[in-house]
């Protein structure tokens, strides 16, 4: 059976693992710490204040550098978010065997997300796109570029290959699994049960929605059975 894949995707990765911002090589000598601390501090100030808060001041004394260091790495308070956003969140990288083994490693890549220390950023910067706040439009369009298109296309391979049935709708797939996992996370406050049970409740939801998944096609116009392929074939 081929392989799930995309052009260019990544190495082989059975959960998602957390992303090190990679440092950028361009610009003037920089401690290579720095970087990673203006990043994490342009999504901590934004997080906890909003985006009227976020100053180049505000992330330099978050950061824990100088104004003058902060300008000669990025120009404006706009374009660190835009990367730290791109370095935090970044694409669901790697080949998978079945469509079960892909839709696992993306549940957990957004619980891992949503229980993070820059889940509030990711909330508050869904909420600002809507208003149409610069950049947070071009920040929300471009996560989307780097996660949601790319599974899409995987999901769309495995429709064609045959191991999700034809009636199979991806975006009410793709929210039947996020859906849960937010609720699941942001509707009491999270707490270490919460996190302690998270790899069996992904894997559950999954396992339920792939089941369900099979037996909906008369719901959806379909005539006939439709069983997923053997394992292993």
Known sequence: MQELSVENAGKVAAEPVPVEPA???VG?????????????????????????????????????VGKALLYSRFPSTSKILEAAFEAYIPELTGEFSTVRDLLLAEAHRVADLYLSDVALAVRRVQIDAVAGIEPFDRIADGMNERTVLPLRRRIQVAISEGQLPPWTNVTSLLDVIEGPIRMHVF????????RSDMATYTEHL???????????????????AWAPP????
């Open 23 to 25: 440092v950028r090589k």
């Open 28 to 64: 003037r000598p920089l401690d290579e710490t720095a970087e990673k601390r203006i990043l994490e501090a342009g999504l901590h100030v934004y997080s906890r204040i909003g985006w009227r808060g976020v100053t180049m001041s505000a992330i330099a004394t978050e950061a824990g």
């Open 187 to 194: 509707a009491p406050a999270p707490t270490d049960g919460v």
């Open 206 to 224: 999954v396992d339920e929605q792939l089941l369900l998944l099979a037996h909906v096609g008369p719901m959806r116009g379909y005539d006939g």
């Open 230 to 233: 053997a394992s292993g074939s």
